[in-house]
């Protein structure tokens, strides 16, 4: 019976969680959302390819510019640092966005965030004729953050992936230094 008590407190109180953080994303701001974000954590829907590693922290600097958003990146990609620099046009929704590229694109879609601390971002992208997406979580800071990376967490299982998948990435700041 306790049990059963606690698991209908946390289902309310996550659902009264969801509830504001739904209102915030109704209003979303670019603007309030530009500036520098670290790349703490993703889980990909993908099958995994051979054994795990470790990836560095990549960053990404987020500037409006007219009706756009200037993307600049680092990440870390089979063990070097890619740098790339891209113009995104706002999508269909407040917190949409997408990226127009020759191979069809990403679309990126801001799955929560309170502009401050965290953003949690789910990247669309095709691959083989499928698509397929990596949701990943942002911090302000290159610290983790433990309720954020709770909040991730929770929203991997929400889109269907598994806790298993999610992987953090290294303090290992060699790609993030490279961002101007």
Known sequence: MRGEVLAALLGLFVALAAGVEDLSLKDFDFAQFSGIWYEIAFAPNLEPQGSPRTKKMGAVMVEQEGPHLALASVSDHVSRCVKEKSQAVKGDA????????????KEVTVVATDCKTYAIMNVVFRKGGKAHSVLKLYSRMVEHNEKATDRFLVKALEHGLSAVGVQLLSKDLTCVNLLP
């Open 94 to 105: 407040p917190r949409k966005f997408k990226l127009p590229m020759e191979s069809g694109g």
